[in-house]
């Protein structure tokens, strides 16, 4: 009826019985002020309620297994060819390093919105009450939801924090993708071990195979997560002049991506739960490998003088 989606909604709330005085339903807003302010609140409740906790039970769950590990020695591989040994632990150690800087970085993001009416100016406030002070009430509204207060805007919120967001959970999930691959590579070689689960197939026709498929569902969701998260944070900062529409037709996906997120956390989660080491393989690869004891040959014979170490 309308063709506008808040306006269907100022209409659906001033024909509610108990409004008394519907001529006050959006006085003074504009669409952006009411989404804004509703989409700002619904990414802090998505990075509070969802996002964070995912990811400090899915670092958890790292640093869990880079403890136990941390004693098992390993052959690593570097162009993936045989390199110097390293331990188990200490590979995972380097994902919990990596992930904490990405968790204190989104836990950082300084969440702003806008609430300044029509082109940001508050002109129809004024000129309804010019004895108010504009600025500061909406800056009391806005901080009283828990909000930071964007005092100069267009028509919209500038969402500099989108694409801040946006690229922080860009670079987090690539990150766990590389977790996934690395994993994926380690239970190919046979030095971690998949518990079967009953009643589980990995194949319609191989009985024999028990397949990484959690670490592969988390990569394909990453990815894909992530492909769109960058069109959003390179979309949403821009607009023409005061607004165009393209923003919002892009932002309706934004819910959809974090939610592909959230399902490559929890798969990347029930993955890790479910391998387990193989320390006869890791040790039959280590027995295989001597000639990556030459790196701390030739170091101590540089260490004594000896020419041609």
């Known amino acids: 009826e309308t063709n506008h989606d808040v306006k269907a909604i100022e209409y659906y709330i001033r024909r509610h019985k108990d409004i008394s005085h519907p001529e006050l339903v959006h006085f003074g807003l504009t669409s952006a002020d ?68 990405q968790i204190r970085e989104l836990s950082r993001i300084d969440i702003s919105t806008k609430f300044g009416g029509a082109v940001g100016n508050f002109n129809a406030h004024y000129a309804a009450y010019p004895d108010l002070d504009w600025m500061v009430l909406s800056r009391e509204f806005v901080e009283e939801l828990g909000l930071t207060w964007n005092p100069h805007t267009t028509q919209i919120e500038s969402r500099d924090y989108m694409a801040e967001y946006f690229h922080a959970l860009i670079r987090s999930n690539t990150i766990l993708v590389d977790l996934c691959r690395d994993l994926w590579g380690y239970i190919s070689l046979g030095y971690f071990v998949l518990k079967p689960i009953k009643g589980e ?24 997560a992530n492909s769109i998260l960058e069109h959003l944070a390179t979309k949403l900062p821009t607009s023409r ?41 890791i040790n039959q690869d280590l027995e295989n490998s001597w000639e990556v004891l030459t790196e701390a040959v030739q170091t101590v014979m540089r260490c004594h003088n000896i020419d041609n170490a």
């Open 34 to 101: 009411v989404t804004s302010v509703a989409f700002t609140l619904s990414v802090t409740e998505s990075l509070d309620r969802v996002i964070l906790p995912c990811l400090n039970n899915l670092v958890n769950s790292i640093r869990y297994s880079s403890v136990s590990w941390v004693e098992i020695p390993m052959l690593s591989r570097t162009h993936g060819q045989p390199a110097s040994p390293t331990t188990v632990g200490k590979e995972m150690m380097v994902f919990w390093e990596r992930m904490k800087v």
């Open 201 to 224: 197939v990995g194949s319609s026709t191989m009985p024999h195979k028990v397949n990484p498929i959690d670490f592969e569902n988390a990569e394909g969701n990453f990815c894909y």
């Open 241 to 281: 002049w005061q607004r165009d529409l393209t923003d919002s037709t892009v932002l309706r996906n934004a819910g959809l991506v974090i939610a592909h997120s959230i399902i490559a956390h929890d798969s990347c989660l029930k993955g890790l739960s479910k391998i387990e080491i193989d320390n006869k393989i």
